[in-house]
C-alpha cells in the first residue's frame, strides 16, 4: 500500500471558518471533523472532491494557487488551458479572442489541454487491446477519481488505466516544440495549467505514479477568468479580433472533458459515463460486488457534468456545457469538410510523446483499514460495533464528527471520547455521573469557546 | 465477529445488502483484495441462490483472524442432487426466475471457483444449507 501522503490542494483558512460543519456533512469521504470550533481535513482520506468549497458558506475553504506575476520568472510562457475554459464566455466572445487576451495579460503561448486527445486516445485504446483480461478498464482523467478509488475501493486500482494524463502529454509536448523552435532551456520556459478543480492541481502537483510535475505552476480558473474578462470589457464591444486561422482543436479534443465525451472514443464494447462523486460511489459499490456483467470501459468523474461542474470554474456548469458542445458542432461541420485541425500537428511527435506515457502501476491506499493486524483490527472492530450500539445513530454532527459510525470509529482509533456524543452526556447528566460544567467543557473542545458563549452575549 | 442477516424470498431489490456489509468489514481488517473479492463473489451468488430459488433464509458469517466462514440456512424445496447442481448449465430454477436472467445453473460452480471450501447439505422438502470458508492467507 502507498504510504507517502497525499498533497492536498485544498485548505481552512481559519480566521473565516465559523465551524458551521457543513463542510463536514457534505464530505463523500467523511474527510472532515471540527475541533475548537474550525473545521479540520483529515488528509489521508481527502480526495480533493472539492464538495466541501462549494458547502462552505463563509469561503473558508480556498484552493492553493501559484501568484499570477510568477508566470514572469520565465522568459517564456505558457499558458496550457482547458477547453472548458472558452465555455465560461458568452457566444459572442470567440475563442480566437480569448487567446489573443491571454497572450495580452502575459502569456507567450496558448495551448489547450485537450491537444493530446488524440494521442491519449491512441495509447487507451490500444492498451484496451493489450489488456483484454482487464475489464472494466477506468480512466483516469478524473484525478479525484483515482484517489477515490485508492481510498475507498483497493480492488479495483488494478482496473485504473495507467496512463499519463492528457495535460501532462500536452505540457511535454509544447515543452520540446518551444525549445526547438526558440533554442531555449528547460528552466527559461514556464509551463502554467489553468484548473478547474482541486483535484487537478494536486494531480499536477504530486502526479499518481509519476515522480515529477510536468508544470512549472498552477493558476485557478477563477482568477483567470477574472482577469480575461475585465480585458473584454476593456477592450468593448466594437472590438475587432484577430481570427486564428485553423480551429485549435478537433471536435472529439474539445468534448473530452465533457460527460460521455471520453467515452465516445473508445474501442471497447461495453462503457458507462457517470458523473458525481455519490453517483460514481453507488455504481463502484455494485461493480465491486460483481453485481454489474459485461462492462469494458468506465468514464468516472468526480464532478456533475464533469469538468464544467469542477468548482473553480465561473459559469453555470449546463450553459457551460452546451457552449462547449456547440464549440465541438462547428468544428464538427468545418472537419467534414475537410479542415485540419491544429492539434493533428501533435502527431509528428507520436513516437517521442508514446515513449514513456506509462505510469508506474496505481497503489492502493485504503482509510478504511483498523489496523495492519488482522487479530487487532477485528478487536476494534468489536469495540466500534459495541460503541455504535451505544449511539443515537441521528448523525448529527454535535460530536464533530459527521456520522455515529465516524464517531465510533473515532473513538476506538483514540481520536474522540464516548463522552463527545450530546446524548451520552445527557445520559451521564441525569445520572449524576457528570456536571454541567464538565459538559459544557467538552462542547467547548469541539465547538470553541466563542460559540459556546454566544447565546451569553446576547443575554 | 458474528454476522446474521436475514433474506427474503424473491426480494431481488435487496440482493447484495449482506455482501456489501460484509465487503465493508473486510476491507476494514485489511484483507487482500482479492480474497475479499472472492468472497464477496461467492456470497453474492449464494445471497441470490436463496431468494431465486429458495423461500428466504438466513446468513451466517463468522470472521476469524485467519478465515471467513459462511453459512447459508434457506427453507425451500431443497436440491434433489446436489452432484449434479455442482455442474455448469444445471439449474432447478422455475421458468418465471429464468426471465429474470437468474437460473443459468452458474451458481454452485461459481461459488466452488471462489471459496476454499465448500459443503452443500439439503432435504428436499425443506431447504438447502451452503457452508463456505475463505482463508486470508
Known sequence: MEKTPFFHALSIDEDACIGCSHCMKSCPTEAIRVREGKAVFLPDKCVDCGNCFKACPTHAIYVEQDDFDSIFNFPCRVAIVPAIFMGQFPNDISVSRIYGILKEIGFTHVIEAESSIPIYTAAKNKYAIEHPDIRPLISTFCPAIVRLIQVKFPSLVENLIPLKAPIDITAKYIRRKIKKEYELNDDQIGLFYITPCAAKIAAVKAPVGEEKSSVDGVINMDSLYNRVYKKIKEQGKKFKEQKLPISQLSADSVLTSLTNGERRLTNVQHSYAIDEIGNVTEFLEKLENDEIEDVDFLELRACDQSCPGGILTCDNRFIMCERVFERGRKIADRERKGEQTKDHEMEQERVYLSRDLHVDPIKPRSMLVLDEDISKALEKMKKISEIRAMLPQTDCGICGAPTCDALAHDIVCQHAELTDCVFIQRNLEARGNMDVDESLKIMEVIWGEEKMNNYVKKK | ?137
Open chain 2, 1 to 137: 465477529m458474528h454476522f446474521e442477516y436475514q433474506v427474503y424470498e424473491a426480494d431481488f431489490v435487496n440482493a447484495g445488502a449482506a455482501s456489501s456489509a460484509i465487503k465493508k468489514t473486510l476491507k476494514q481488517l485489511n484483507i487482500n483484495p482479492s480474497i475479499i473479492k472472492r468472497v464477496v463473489v461467492a456470497l453474492y451468488e449464494a445471497e441470490v441462490n436463496a431468494i431465486a430459488h429458495a423461500y428466504g433464509g438466513t446468513i451466517y458469517a463468522d470472521i476469524e483472524p485467519d478465515k471467513i466462514t459462511v453459512k447459508i440456512v434457506d427453507t425451500g424445496p431443497g436440491i434433489p442432487d446436489i452432484d449434479w447442481a455442482m455442474q455448469e448449465g444445471n439449474s432447478t430454477a422455475s421458468p418465471e426466475v429464468r426471465d429474470m436472467g437468474f437460473g443459468a445453473g452458474m451458481g454452485l460452480p461459481n461459488i466452488k471457483k471462489n471459496v476454499d471450501k465448500l459443503n452443500v447439505s439439503s432435504t428436499v422438502g425443506v431447504g438447502t444449507t451452503v457452508e463456505m470458508e475463505v482463508n486470508f492467507v
